[in-house]
T-cell receptor, first 112, second 114 residues
Framework: GESVGLHLPTLSVQEGDNSIINCAYS??????FIWYKQESGKGPQFIID???NMDKRQGQRVTVLLNKTVKHLSLQIAATQPGDSAVYFC???WGAGNMLTFGGGTRLMVKP | DADVTQTPRNRITKTGKRIMLECSQT?????MYWYRQDPGLGLQLIYY???????NKGEISDGYSVSRQAQAKFSLSLESAIPNQTALYFC?????????????FGPGTRLLVL
């Protein structure tokens, strides 16, 4: 079976409920943040991003909130569906020439 | 993402063997990356390339080498594989648009070093 994320923190939600996945980032100079979704056996997939001059950005069923004061990023998924079950990673970046740094990930499990 | 392909998808090798992981992309991106993923950890950057003549070490480059043969191809080599290189390996490409950079990942290569 899939061994990636075997020891990740896990969030278990009921289908139809809203999910909130949290991420604490490390660098106060980071100016760009991304949430990725990784399904079992697949590579990470871009979900939504946000720049540091914003505190909220909405996509389709997803919202990212950025709190620069406490260096905290969250991903909210509305009306969670079984297809949302995956590992979710946040990533931060500072400066155009620098690389993304990924967080450890959270496993989301959706109960039918 | 079918635009970024990796071969092989699975590989078992023995300690001391040399192996190469291939990555190809049809997205036309200049930037390409190799990451490693271990259980319970996020992605760690091994090497990256901003164009054909540019190669840069990432945070965990020891024991690895890369070759950017063309804009579309970026290969990762383990010169002498060791068991702690057992991991999932991902290739990614990126483009910068409007000051934002989004990385697109391949499906991954699962490597087991015995």
């Amino acid at each position: 079976g899939e061994s990636v994320g075997l020891h990740l923190p896990t969030l278990s939600v009921q289908e139809g409920d809203n999910s909130i996945i949290n991420c604490a980032y490390s660098n106060s100079a980071s100016d760009y943040f991304i949430w990725y979704k990784q399904e079992s056996g697949k590579g990470p997939q871009f979900i939504i991003d946000i720049r540091s001059n914003m505190d909220k950005r909405q996509g389709q069923r997803v919202t990212v909130l950025l709190n620069k004061t406490v260096k905290h990023l969250s991903l909210q998924i509305a009306a969670t569906q079984p297809g949302d079950s995956a590992v979710y990673f946040c990533a931060e970046k500072w400066g155009a020439g620098n690389m993304l740094t990924f967080g450890g990930g959270t496993r989301l499990m959706v109960k039918p | 993402d079918a635009d970024v392909t990796q071969t092989p998808r699975n590989r078992i090798t023995k300690t001391g063997k040399r192996i190469m992981l291939e990555c190809s992309q049809t997205k036309g991106h200049d930037r390409m990356y190799w990451y490693r993923q271990d259980p319970g950890l996020g992605l760690q950057l091994i090497y990256y390339s901003f164009d054909v003549k540019d190669i840069n070490k990432g945070e965990i480059s020891d024991g690895y080498s890369v070759s950017r043969q063309a804009q579309a191809k970026f290969s990762l080599s383990l010169e002498s594989a060791i068991p702690n290189q057992t991991a999932l390996y991902f290739c990614a490409t990126s483009d910068i648009a409007g000051g934002q950079e989004t990385q697109y990942f391949g499906p991954g290569t699962r490597l087991l070093v015995l």
